[in-house]
């Protein structure tokens, strides 16, 4: 029963993806759209397995999950201590300044793109900077309302025991926010992977929006395509994978109404090689795409080179 009710939810999950890749098949063949503009589902997986090939999606989606890894890192060390600042100050002190963050948590990040260039040119720097923007404030927000939400008899029962404030800290606070950090983590960095994809059609070499710019400028509709698919399933994965863990994590938090689990789900804690796996899952991440970007920026320098020692015998023969 349980592996009958697995399957039926697994049919049912994916038969909308189904049927989304045959409207899409049916669609271009049948040439309701230019087909120049317009390939086939199949010409799309076809172009995925060739750019596999060639190690080119490899490089740009190593790339790009560096990029926002490093820019999530950075807002993480920003948003989460002024949250938890924020948070246990008191109610007039917050409401001082929640309207100010919110004020910037509206601006668009697109409107500030020049800014950020303007700053940081159009380098790397840009582009970690703008994936740390936008992660920065579903990290504080949510930081700052779980520290806000903790029950106050336990904050008053360790200050009855005089708890020194890192105790406190570490042993109340955070344990008690830590649920809503993480949502906010989650959201950070769905966020940040679709905005890194409109910072790097600005300057860049390599990583997915690199990719689809470059396919795009050049007519390579199949690869632009391509790259397309390749950007939904990463995004749906890193989703599936952050949900996952925090399932595992806050395995006693109840999803569903009434505590019913779903069918045939057994909430299981976050094990110690569930921490190593991640763990390993994030510094080969870190190892690979610095690896890939010293690759990409070597291999920029050599065609800047080579195409600088033709110059002047292009030069020489037009004249």
């Known amino acids: 029963m349980i592996a009958a009710a697995k399957a039926e939810r697994a049919a049912l999950k994916w038969s909308g993806l189904a049927l989304l890749a045959a409207a899409w098949e049916t669609l271009a063949r049948t ?4 087909p120049q503009f317009f390939p086939s589902f199949t010409e799309t997986v076809v172009g995925v397995g060739k750019m596999l090939a060639s190690g080119l999606l490899f490089t740009s989606v190593m790339v790009s999950l560096w990029r926002a890894s490093i820019g999530l890192l950075i807002a993480i060390a920003a948003a989460i201590p002024l949250g938890l600042f924020f948070g246990r100050r008191s109610k007039d002190a917050a409401d001082c300044f929640n309207p100010f963050f919110r004020m910037l948590a509206q601006v668009n990040p697109f409107s500030l793109m020049p800014i950020f260039i303007l700053f940081f040119g ?3 720097a840009m582009k970690i900077a703008v994936v740390a923007w936008v992660c920065l404030w579903p990290v504080f927000f949510n930081t700052f ?3 806000q939400h903790i029950d106050p008899a336990i904050i008053k029962l ?3 025991t005089r708890t020194p404030p890192l105790t406190m800290l570490r042993k109340i606070i955070l344990p008690g926010a830590s649920a809503s950090i993480f949502t906010g983590l989650r959201l950070g960095l769905e966020m940040s992977f679709f905005m890194l994809i409109a910072a790097e059609m600005v300057g860049a070499t390599y990583g997915i929006g690199w990719l689809v710019h470059n396919s795009s400028m050049n007519w390579q509709f199949v690869r632009m395509y391509a790259a397309f698919l390749c950007t939904v399933a990463l995004g749906w994965g890193m989703s599936a994978f952050l949900k996952r863990v925090h399932r595992r994590v806050f395995f006693w938090q109840e999803d569903l109404p009434l505590g019913i689990p779903a069918a045939g789900e057994k909430k299981q804690p976050f094990a110690k090689t569930d921490f190593a796996l991640t ?3 994030c510094f080969l ?4 795409g610095t690896w890939q970007i010293r690759v990409a920026q070597r291999n ?3 065609f800047t080179r080579v195409r600088h020692e033709h110059r002047p015998i292009q030069a020489y023969r037009e004249e």
């Open 300 to 302: 920029l320098q050599d």
């Open 279 to 281: 763990g390993a899952l």
């Open 285 to 288: 991440i870190f190892v690979l």
């Open 158 to 160: 360790g200050r009855a």
């Open 122 to 124: 159009i380098g790397e």
């Open 31 to 34: 040439r309701v759209f230019d």
């Open 145 to 147: 309302e779980g520290t």
